[in-house]
């Protein structure tokens, strides 16, 4: 792989949790699986796909495989958390933490692989992964509460209001990614 500063591709990071919202009763790719607020990531990541020179991965932490990238196969399940004790006990027996760091903190020598890493998880699920997360490159979704830790680490906090995304969130976002200017854009 090229060193980072010779790459002319945005890359971005969408983390999101599953939905008791199934739309298969077989095996698909976890990006086709979830209906209901996953929804709203989905159509902000078909969003961010269409911008010349980006490259958006997706993942998802299922209640029955942990943490899987969005093109992962999977069935549908009935376990899927809805509070802070089942998130803790999903991630006591799958450390869904431990995929998402390993994936958010990826580097080529010394750069990272992704310039953003966008979370939209309840806020209950994001003070469980909030510390393996990377410094500076975040865009946080989450509850008011959670602002202070965003702006101290130097992340983007966008305030979750209901929906997992939500349209303003969304402009935000997008707009965000679309002002990364990387080393030899336009060369």
Same mark, same amino acid.
């Given at each position: %792989?090229?060193?980072?500063?010779? %790459? ?6 969408? @983390? &999101? ?15 086709? %699986?979830?209906?209901?607020?996953? &929804?709203? +990531?989905?159509?902000? +990541? ?11 991965? %997706?993942?998802?932490?299922? /209640?029955?495989? #942990? ?10 399940? /009935? ?20 995929? *998402? #760091? ?6 080529? #020598?010394?750069?990272? *692989? ?6 939209? +998880?309840?806020?209950?699920? $994001?003070? *469980? @992964? ?8 975040? *865009?946080? +979704? ?19 209001? /209901?929906?997992?995304? /939500? ?12 002002? @990364?200017?990387?080393?030899? $854009?336009?060369?």
């Amino acid at each position: %792989m090229a060193e980072r500063d010779e %790459m002319k591709v945005r890359r971005v990071l969408v @983390i &999101t949790n599953d939905s008791e919202v199934f739309l298969s009763d077989k095996w698909v790719s976890a990006h086709e %699986m979830f209906g209901g607020r996953v &929804t709203e +990531v989905r159509n902000l +990541v078909e969003r961010l796909r269409g911008f010349p020179d980006t490259d958006v991965s %997706m993942g998802i932490v299922s /209640g029955e495989f #942990g943490f899987v990238p969005s093109n992962y196969v999977i069935r549908p399940y /009935g376990n899927v958390p809805s509070c802070k004790e089942d998130y803790l006990e999903l991630q006591e027996r799958k450390d869904y933490v431990k995929h *998402i #760091g390993d994936a958010a903190n990826l580097h080529v #020598g010394k750069y990272p *692989i992704f310039d953003r890493v966008v979370v939209c +998880v309840p806020k209950d699920m $994001f003070d *469980i @992964i909030a510390p393996c997360l990377p410094r500076d490159r975040v *865009i946080a +979704v989450t509850s008011d509460k959670h602002r202070e830790l965003c702006e101290s680490k130097g992340w983007t906090f966008l305030e979750r209001k /209901g929906a997992r995304v /939500g349209d303003d969130n969304a402009d935000a976002i997008v707009a965000e990614v679309e002002s @990364i200017v990387k080393p030899g $854009f336009g060369d």
